[in-house]
T-cell receptor, first 113, second 113 residues
Framework: NAGVTQTPKFQVLKTGQSMTLQCAQDMNHEYMSWYRQDPGMGLRLIHYSVGAGITDQGEVPNGYNVSRSTTEDFPLRLLSAAPSQTSVYFC????????????FGSGTRLTVV | GENVEQHPSTLSVQEGDSAVIKCTYSDSASNYFPWYKQELGKRPQLIIDIRSNVGEKKDQRIAVTLNKTAKHFSLHITETQPEDSAVYFCAAKYTGTASKLTFGTGTRLQVTL
C-alpha cells in the first residue's frame, strides 16, 4: 500500500513549456485534490475530483487542467508554464463517508525559469 | 466561499510549555476542521480533527476546541517537545461540498530547549 504517489519530485521548466504532474493512489479513494503551497500563503486548492469522470475548479485553477479517467489517477497539466507557477504541488486523496481526513503525497517542487 | 484566518504566523515556546494556535472561519455552514503538521521538506500530515457536533477533542498532548458561535477553533499542544517544531495548518470544510478543504496560512512553531 503506497498511499499517494507523486512524480516527479523535482522539475525545472522553461517559460511556455507544458508538463504533467502525476498523482496516483492505491487506497480506492473517491476524492482527490491538487494544492499548491507558496510561502506565507498556506495550501491553495487548484482542482478537485469527487470521482472518476468528475472534476471541478478550486480557488486558483487558471493555467492548470485536470482529468480523472480512473479512480486511481489524477494528473495535473500545466498548459504553458509561467514563473508565477513556481511552487510546491501536493496531491491529496480521501475515501468516501464520514472520514474526511486527506492523505497527502510527498509533493512536486516545480521551478519555472 | 470559505475563508480561514490563522494566528499567529510564528510561535516560539520553551520545551515543556504549552502552545496555542487559533483559527477563525467565515462560513457558519462549515462542519469539519482538521489540523495538519508539516515538517520541513515533508508532506502535511493530519494530526487531529473535529466535527461541528463536538466542542473538544483530545489525543495525548494535543487537543482541539471548537466554538461554533464565534466561528473559531484552536489547537492546544501541552508539554511541548523539540519534535513538535513544525508548521501547523488549520483547515475548514464547508458542509455543502464533499471534498473542498480551505486552509489557513500556517503557524511556524519553534520549540526551544
Amino acid at each position: 500500500n503506497a498511499g499517494v504517489t507523486q512524480t516527479p519530485k523535482f522539475q525545472v521548466l522553461k517559460t511556455g513549456q507544458s508538463m504533467t504532474l502525476q498523482c496516483a493512489q492505491d487506497m480506492n479513494h473517491e476524492y482527490m485534490s491538487w494544492y499548491r503551497q507558496d510561502p506565507g500563503m498556506g495550501l491553495r486548492l487548484i482542482h478537485y475530483s469527487v470521482g472518476a469522470g468528475i472534476t471541478d475548479q478550486g480557488e486558483v485553477p487558471n493555467g492548470y487542467n485536470v482529468s480523472r479517467s480512473t479512480t486511481e489517477d489524477f494528473p495535473l497539466r500545466l498548459l504553458s508554464a509561467a514563473p508565477s507557477q513556481t511552487s510546491v504541488y501536493f496531491c491529496a486523496s480521501r475515501g468516501a463517508g464520514t472520514n474526511y481526513g486527506y492523505t497527502f503525497g510527498s509533493g512536486t517542487r516545480l521551478t519555472v525559469v | 466561499g470559505e475563508n480561514v484566518e490563522q494566528h499567529p504566523s510564528t510561535l516560539s515556546v520553551q520545551e515543556g510549555d504549552s502552545a496555542v494556535i487559533k483559527c477563525t472561519y467565515s462560513d457558519s455552514a462549515s462542519n469539519y476542521f482538521p489540523w495538519y503538521k508539516q515538517e520541513l521538506g515533508k508532506r502535511p500530515q493530519l494530526i487531529i480533527d473535529i466535527r461541528s457536533n463536538v466542542g473538544e477533542k483530545k489525543d495525548q498532548r494535543i487537543a482541539v476546541t471548537l466554538n461554533k458561535t464565534a466561528k473559531h477553533f484552536s489547537l492546544h499542544i501541552t508539554e511541548t517537545q523539540p519534535e513538535d517544531s513544525a508548521v501547523y495548518f488549520c483547515a475548514a470544510k464547508y458542509t455543502g461540498t464533499a471534498s473542498k478543504l480551505t486552509f489557513g496560512t500556517g503557524t511556524r512553531l519553534q520549540v526551544t530547549l
